[in-house]
Nanobody, 125 residues
Framework: QVQLVESGGGLVQAGGSLRLSCAASGRTFSTVAMGWFRQVPGKEREFVAAIGWSGGYIGYGDFVKGRFTISRDNAKNTVYLQMNSLKPEDTADYYC??????????????????WGQGTQVTVSS
């Protein structure tokens, strides 16, 4: 079992920055990849970024590449999402996810097995 707890969300003005954290506990040694997704009401959950737990893979969603950076601290079992140059359209609930299976596409929601409860990010214009 893996438990994920997100933190770091909040209210920020456009152009500002936030760093989200996802602390993982439990059987983290079995985790293949960690991902960040975001979701707003009425829309599909959108891929933001993913990283292999061993650091061998990093991927980003098309709309966030160049502004966001995913990283991890294996000693702390924590994955981070550094978000810079935030835009109002980045406003969403951000979710951390852990995948235990080697799959062809870690951009898909179905590739993950455990999810955090989410942290809200609001970017004012």
């Amino acid at each position: 079992q893996v438990q994920l707890v997100e933190s770091g969300g909040g209210l920020v003005q456009a152009g500002g920055s936030l760093r989200l954290s996802c602390a993982a506990s439990g059987r983290t040694f079995s985790t293949v990849a960690m991902g960040w997704f975001r979701q707003v009401p009425g829309k599909e959950r959108e891929f933001v970024a993913a990283i292999g737990w061993s650091g061998g893979y990093i991927g980003y969603g098309d709309f966030v590449k160049g502004r966001f950076t995913i990283s991890r601290d294996n000693a702390k079992n924590t994955v981070y999402l550094q978000m810079n140059s935030l835009k109002p359209e980045d406003t969403a609930d951000y979710y951390c996810a852990a995948g235990f299976r080697v799959v062809t596409d870690f951009r898909r929601v179905s590739s993950y097995d455990y999810w955090g409860q989410g942290t809200q990010v609001t970017v004012s214009s």
